[in-house]
């Protein structure tokens, strides 16, 4: 009889998280979807369950201690004790670094850093325990740099540092721990960075492809492909990586 394993993916209610959520559906893992607000989590549970899947809609805020516990606590009750983290949730609060406040500094630093450390460590205990468990964290091409995100790319960079020091203390214990960078992916986040720049996100998109090698954008579903990987038995020897999906060699 094979044992179903349960995934946690937050920021899954749209995005990239919701296609990794679907995706790690579809390989037959019960998926957890983790977002702010619980109702919009529901279109994507129903998605997976209209493919024979399981999945649970759960409210929380990922920069709150006490609301990431229960959380993770009502996923173990309701689905399964987690086996596999994936930490997408995130905020962007663009501008150039004279002008950016400090709030918008801290509301970056909060949902990426903060969140992944109280999600993977509310996690981590059923995953050393079981003595298999698996942790992507979404990092992005902008941890290289990228005008206008001070504080997005500092986060990013640092959830690279947060995965390679999660690699060393937890391999031991069967799980893994790997980054995905993704570059230009078509994401509401994406098409609100066209408009507020003014430019039709159509135009955005072509603009974008005509720097990327592969001469295309990315799609949510091009990030849950490498994810499958990751989480899959297969990768057990592959751990503390960055893997950059941005269809060429560099941002």
């Keep these: 009889m094979t044992i179903t394993r349960t995934a946690v993916v937050t920021g899954a209610a749209r995005g990239i998280g919701a296609g990794v959520a679907k995706r790690l559906a579809r390989d037959g893992f019960a998926v957890a979807v983790v977002d702010l607000d619980e109702a919009a ?16 809609a759960v409210g929380a805020d990922v920069a709150d201690e006490q609301a990431v516990g229960a959380a993770v ?3 173990a009750e309701e689905l399964g004790e987690p086996a596999v983290l994936v930490n997408n949730a995130g905020i962007t609060r663009d501008d150039l670094l004279f002008k950016m406040t400090a709030d918008d500094w801290d509301a970056v630093m909060n949902v990426h850093l903060r ?6 460590r509310a996690v981590q205990g059923y995953l050393t325990r079981a003595g298999w468990g698996r942790i992507v964290n979404l990092s992005s091409t902008s941890a290289l740099g990228n005008r206008g995100q001070a504080n997005y790319a500092a986060a990013k960079a640092g959830l690279q540092g947060f995965t390679k020091t999660l690699a060393l203390e937890l391999g031991k214990f069967g799980v893994t721990v790997n980054a995905i ?23 955005f998109k072509k603009g974008a492809a005509a720097q990327i090698p592969v ?3 990315g799609t949510p579903e091009d990030i849950a492909h490498a994810v499958s990987f990751f989480v899959s038995e297969g990768a057990g020897f592959v751990s503390g990586q960055v893997l950059y999906v941005a269809g060429g060699p560099k941002a």
């Design 115 to 120: 969140g992944s450390f109280l999600v993977t």
């Design 73 to 75: 606590d009502r996923i």
């Design 41 to 56: 989590c529901k279109p994507v549970v129903e998605q997976i369950e209209a493919g024979g899947g399981r999945a649970l």
């Design 215 to 217: 001469a295309r954008t």
């Design 181 to 203: 960078a993704p570059g230009f992916i078509e994401t509401e986040m994406t098409a609100a960075t066209a408009a507020r720049l003014g430019v039709p996100f159509d135009d």
